[in-house]
């Protein structure tokens, strides 16, 4: 499963992560995919968060939890485009100890682009869409 992805990082929990239950909260997950979903685009794809004329919005998001992890372990995390649309793209998200091969949660995130100022739907525009080609599963 983790070859399956095509960008990686590592993503350190914080003291502040563990909750009373003395493991990472479940909450931090999504944090934690949201956080390696934006740095790729980016990187690697061009997304101005500042300036650029469209932005990415959560429309949907879902997390499979299959382990747990506590302070001072850090997430290896895998990306990959699931599916990409016209205005939208499905990434799958996977969690794993820091040996890339013991998974701890598969997640997905869809984004939809909008116009930053009016908030429709825009096409996802070059180098953008060939970036996220690149990211595609199989």
């Known amino acids: 499963m983790s070859a399956d992805f095509g960008y990686w ?13 003395g493991h990472v909260n479940n909450a931090v ?4 995919m949201d956080t390696v979903i934006n740095n790729w685009l980016i990187r690697e794809a061009g997304l101005d968060v500042h300036r650029g004329r ?11 939890y299959k382990g747990s992890i506590s302070y ?20 799958e998200v996977g ?18 682009f909008v ?5 429709r739907p825009v096409p996802i525009d070059e180098p953008m869409r060939s970036a996220m080609r690149k990211l595609m599963a199989g």
């Open 54 to 64: 469209s932005i990415g919005l959560c429309v949907e998001s879902q997390c499979v």
């Open 115 to 119: 116009d930053r100022d009016t908030r």
């Open 9 to 21: 990082e590592t993503v350190p929990t914080r003291w502040k992560d563990n909750d009373v239950y």
């Open 29 to 32: 997950h999504y944090s934690v």
């Open 72 to 91: 001072p372990e850090a997430f290896r995390v895998g990306l990959r485009i699931g599916h990409l649309g016209r205005s939208s793209v499905r990434y």
């Open 95 to 112: 969690l794993f100890r820091e040996d890339g091969a013991t998974p701890l949660a598969e997640g997905r995130f869809v984004h939809v």
